[in-house]
């Protein structure tokens, strides 16, 4: 089985515009690209004419006719769907087996599909991290300081005044007229709050990539850690001084925010 064209050009519309879409959207799409892929009916084979069937005799060995049916038989079955989820994963993510099809994969010794499975699940982490993670605190620490959810100075954000907009307007915003007047209690409402600290456990927890995909017996894995949620001083107040709770002023040039430096969990490889 190979890739089928049509899905495979909705996949490099997804890639090509994972930058512009929410974390969750880009892995619910994802999802449902391989849930459509699993969908598609095997070709049937041709009708063969009775002068080309084979003479009768003993049936061939197994491991002669494991490609006659190989297909059929990879569809059904939970350990079918455990490779071939591991198999779609390496067919999507790998760049050296990209667009492999099914019979070259089955050709693999089981050492080397779990290789290349372990190599594709650590491209699927690498690709995640860089996606999802925050821009650095000291990239602006205005927006550090103030985000609701996610932000990456080249997307948008949203501010703990209500705000929503494109990160790179983050000056306008600051000495708009909304946010000042706002910025005179700094109040955020408690179903907000609780909100964010979901969220900051939710990163403490990090998120889990099985290598063998579907699998119910084998949970080994990488768990990553990024930051989806800035501490800030609704969250964790204990952090911030009172004299942080605004810009410190500067003997040349504006205000500054004063920031944490952040330090990230380590991965952690589950056997």
């Known amino acids: ?55 009768a005799g003993p049936p061939p060995s197994y491991n002669a006719s494991v490609p006659l049916f190989q297909q059929r038989q990879f569809l059904y079955g939970d350990d079918r769907e455990v490779e071939y989820a591991a198999w779609f994963r390496v067919s999507s993510e790998h760049p050296e087996h990209f667009g492999i099809s099914v019979e070259a994969w089955m050709e693999f010794s089981q050492e080397q599909r779990n290789r290349a499975l372990r190599e594709a699940t650590e491209m699927v982490v690498n690709n995640l991290e860089r996606r999802s993670q925050n821009s650095e605190p000291e990239e602006c620490p205005f927006i550090a300081r103030h985000a609701v959810g996610p932000w990456r100075m080249e997307g948008v954000w949203e501010c703990a005044c209500g705000y929503k907009g494109y990160c790179r307007h983050w000056q306008k915003h600051e000495q708009g007229e909304r946010h000042q007047d706002w910025a005179k209690h700094r109040t955020v409402s408690r179903r907000k709050i609780e ?19 579907r699998s119910q017996t084998e949970f080994g894995g990488i768990r990553f850690f990024v930051t989806r949620q800035e501490r800030n001083e609704w969250t964790h107040p204990e952090m911030y001084d009172p004299i942080h709770r605004s810009p410190i002023p500067t003997t040349n040039g504006p205000a500054k925010w004063f920031v944490h430096h952040r330090d990230l969990l380590a991965r952690v490889y589950v056997e």
Do not use: C, S
């Open 1 to 55: 089985m190979t890739v089928n064209p049509n899905l495979a050009a909705l996949m490099r519309v997804i890639e090509d515009n994972q930058d512009k879409m929410p974390e969750g959207e880009y892995l619910e799409a994802m999802n449902a690209l391989g849930a459509l892929h699993r969908q598609i009916p095997a070709p049937a084979p041709p009708p063969l004419a009775a002068a080309a069937l084979p003479p």
């Open 195 to 213: 909100m964010m600290k979901k969220a900051i456990r939710r990163d403490e927890r990090g998120d889990m990539w099985r290598f063998k995909p």
